[in-house]
């Protein structure tokens, strides 16, 4: 029996069933004895998919089953509602166990089993090899090593501040535990109490290469022990023990909980076991009667599934997104023309009236992570306000990405302020993962490029553009002063997706217009992916951005003393080139694109190619970051690289002639 209530947000709640969640201390005959029953038929499921696929990833699949098959038929979930607000999540972070996955999943009663035994691997297919949420059950897509725990944090913290109260389940490999990133996660969820939260290890012992021992000795007991989880060793086929095991770790609100599970690789059927070679094979087509008679099973349907899988994939299941939260931006700030103040203050201000505008609704959930830069990236008025909608990670950046990223993915505000060579670059396959799976964080990225000066190379982060641009989600933006990264924090904050905001460190004056006044202003809108024009001239358009405007604005004023009227053109929003805005830079006889990014995969770049599938004639000059810039003041850099404003007014002379 379940009750469902329905919130503002037309989002189902549930009350579940009585035995679910762990409540009861053991594991029912009745449920023992079915579970037995689907973990033999669901082996073989396993090793029929991966024989009919012809590749996929039996053996840890086996070795996790009866873990995966306690979980999801004992936790709370509803196979017929999976999406229910206050499930509890499963977290899967060795995905390449998906054959295991699927196929407790389809025994939990999730979908039918048949699709996935003939369309597993299929192109087109929901059924992918990793673990993905095009399958009803998974909450996260993974495949990426040492992600899952991080996962699980995101998952736990928005329990907690959502008030919703369920709890997060994270099944690892063991292998897998030689990830530092998983190290992070640990202290994370220790520092934070994190007790709705519970971590599971599939120990087989195996890996790829052979015994993880000789792999990469670890002491995982000692190493979880000395971050401040109990650790509890159980066989990890043996239902009661991890019925209990999992009772005394969702109830027990004082301590965390990791379950050593001690399994068997490819356990079931005595050719496989404990052989390494089945971490990443399937059986053989002519083994598998063999496999399948030792579980009590046979092969009479190959044909016919493999009949099914030449005609094609099977159906995508309908997937709902979740609904971003409702964020009010909140009231703009105005800076005037006499105040300078760096773009980072300005975005703290905004974060700040953001938070105030918003945080008094009980449905609202909000989080701010950082890496020990608060001070720096402007999040300490915030923090100091709003504490507990505040997280110190400490310098973990893997860990803490991962985490924004889960945390953005549920019906919540996720933002994460760093430095952009931390933020972004640190942590790019984090960033990509998250955008695999459609969360909503929102990256505010300060001591961008070159401009960062004097802390050198290692910090002057010049290709943030490039790096999040070979991601199909990715959003950069970067704004020109202070009034225009005060509505763009504004924007960025109350819009779902995931958002690069990418700022300088110095100081810079407000931009005007030629009348004096704030460019960015009062009266000024900002709409995503239109650029913006500062100064309206003739024959040449100069094209800036971020760190750049002032500088371009400077190097105009010098060129309208001489006499020469230049268009000058600010583009604040690089991944979205407006086809309108296109055509109107096409109309320039010269182009010159300003930037401080490495120029290879730049502005330019992406405005080079863009402007070409638009039939352009202009020419077009790129000045950009052309080397890695040595430490020094921000314009001794630009003057050595050539991106002063006397460099930007010269080579403009030149091109007009
Ligand atoms: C970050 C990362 N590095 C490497 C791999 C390639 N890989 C896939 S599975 C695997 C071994 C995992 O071992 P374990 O966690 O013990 O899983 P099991 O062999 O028990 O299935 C490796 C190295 C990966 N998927 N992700």
């Given at each position: 029996m379940t009750d469902t209530a329905i919130n503002d947000e037309g989002i189902q709640t549930m009350t579940f069933e009585p035995w679910r969640?762990?409540?009861?201390?053991?594991?029912?005959?009745?449920?023992k004895k079915k579970i037995s029953e689907m973990a033999r038929k669901a082996r073989a499921h396993i090793l029929k998919m991966t024989t009919i696929a012809g590749s996929g990833h039996p053996g840890g699949s086996m070795s996790s089953l009866e873990l995966y098959l306690v979980l999801y038929n004992m936790a709370r979930l509803n196979p017929n509602a999976p999406n229910q607000t206050n499930r509890d999540r499963i977290i899967i972070s060795h995905g390449h166990t998906s054959p295991g996955v699927y196929a407790s999943l389809a025994a939990a009663g999730f979908f039918d089993i048949t699709p996935c035994l003939h369309g597993f691997r299929q192109g087109g297919s929901p059924f992918e090899g990793h673990v993905e949420q095009s399958v009803p059950g998974v909450e996260w897509d993974t495949g990426n090593l040492g992600q899952g725990l991080s996962v699980g944090i995101g998952k736990a913290i928005y329990s907690r501040l959502s008030g919703l109260d369920f709890h997060t389940y994270v099944i690892m490999g063991d292998g897998e535990q030689q990830k530092g990133q998983i190290a992070e996660a640990r202290?994370?969820?220790?520092?934070?109490q994190l007790t709705n939260l519970t971590a599971i290890i599939d120990y087989n012992r195996l890996q790829i290469s052979g015994r993880i021992r000789d792999v990469m000795p670890q002491n995982m007991v000692d190493e979880w022990e000395a971050d401040d989880w109990q650790v509890t060793e159980i066989d990890g086929h043996n239902l009661d023990n991890i019925y209990e095991a999992l009772h005394r770790a969702t109830n027990d609100t004082e301590n965390l909980h990791m379950i050593l599970a001690r399994t068997t690789m490819g356990k079931g059927v005595v050719f496989m076991e404990n052989k390494e070679k089945y971490h990443g094979s399937p059986v053989s087509q002519e083994m598998l009667p063999e496999a399948l008679s030792q579980l009590g099973e046979d092969d009479r349907d190959i044909p016919t599934l493999l009949k099914l899988r030449a005609e094609g994939p099977p159906p995508m299941f309908e997937r709902k997104p979740v609904p971003y939260p409702v964020v009010s931006p909140g009231e703009p700030i105005t800076y005037g023309i006499d105040e300078k103040l760096d773009n980072r203050s300005a975005w703290g201000k905004a974060l700040l009236s953001v938070a105030d505008a918003n945080m008094h609704r009980d449905d609202f959930v909000m989080a701010v992570f950082d890496c020990d830069l608060a001070g720096s990236v402007k999040t300490a008025e915030y923090a100091k306000k709003y504490p507990a909608n505040f997280f110190q990670c400490g310098i973990a950046e893997h860990n803490t990405a991962t985490c924004a990223g889960s945390f953005g993915a549920e019906q919540a505000l996720s933002i994460w302020a760093?430095?952009?060579?931390?933020?972004?670059?640190?942590?790019?396959?984090q960033a990509r993962l998250n955008d695999i799976n459609h969360s909503n964080v929102?990256?505010?990225?300060?001591h961008a490029g070159v401009q960062v000066g004097e802390d050198g190379k290692t910090h002057q982060c010049i290709d943030y553009f490039g790096?999040?641009?070979?991601?199909?989600?990715?959003?950069?933006i970067t704004p020109a002063d202070p009034n225009q990264t005060d509505r763009i924090a504004r924007y960025v904050l109350s819009t779902p997706g995931s958002f690069a905001v990418v700022m300088g460190r110095s100081k810079v004056p407000i931009i005007t217009d030629e009348q004096g006044n704030p460019f960015f202003g009062n009266d000024y809108q900002y709409r995503y992916g239109r650029m913006d024009i500062l100064r309206r001239g003739e024959t040449l358009a100069l094209v800036t951005a971020g760190n750049m405007s002032w500088v371009a604005v400077q190097?105009?004023?010098?060129?309208?003393?001489d006499g020469k009227n230049i268009t000058l053109i600010n583009v604040s929003d690089w991944s979205d080139l407006h086809p309108d805005d296109l055509q109107m830079l096409a109309s320039y006889k010269h182009l010159v694109v300003l930037e401080d990014h490495n120029i290879k995969n730049g502005l330019g770049a992406s405005l080079a190619m863009s402007l070409y599938e638009a039939g352009s004639r202009a020419t077009l000059t790129r000045m950009g970051v052309t080397t890695y810039a040595s430490s020094g003041k921000p314009d001794e850099l630009f003057k050595l690289l050539g991106l002063d404003a006397d460099s930007v007014t010269e080579k403009i002379l030149q091109i007009l002639g």
């Open positions: 969640g762990f409540h009861d201390s053991a594991l029912s005959p009745e449920w202290r994370m969820a220790a520092k934070f760093d430095f952009t060579i931390f933020n972004i670059a640190e942590t790019y396959n929102k990256l505010f990225c300060t790096l999040l641009n070979s991601t199909f989600g990715w959003k950069v190097a105009w004023n010098k060129l309208h003393e």
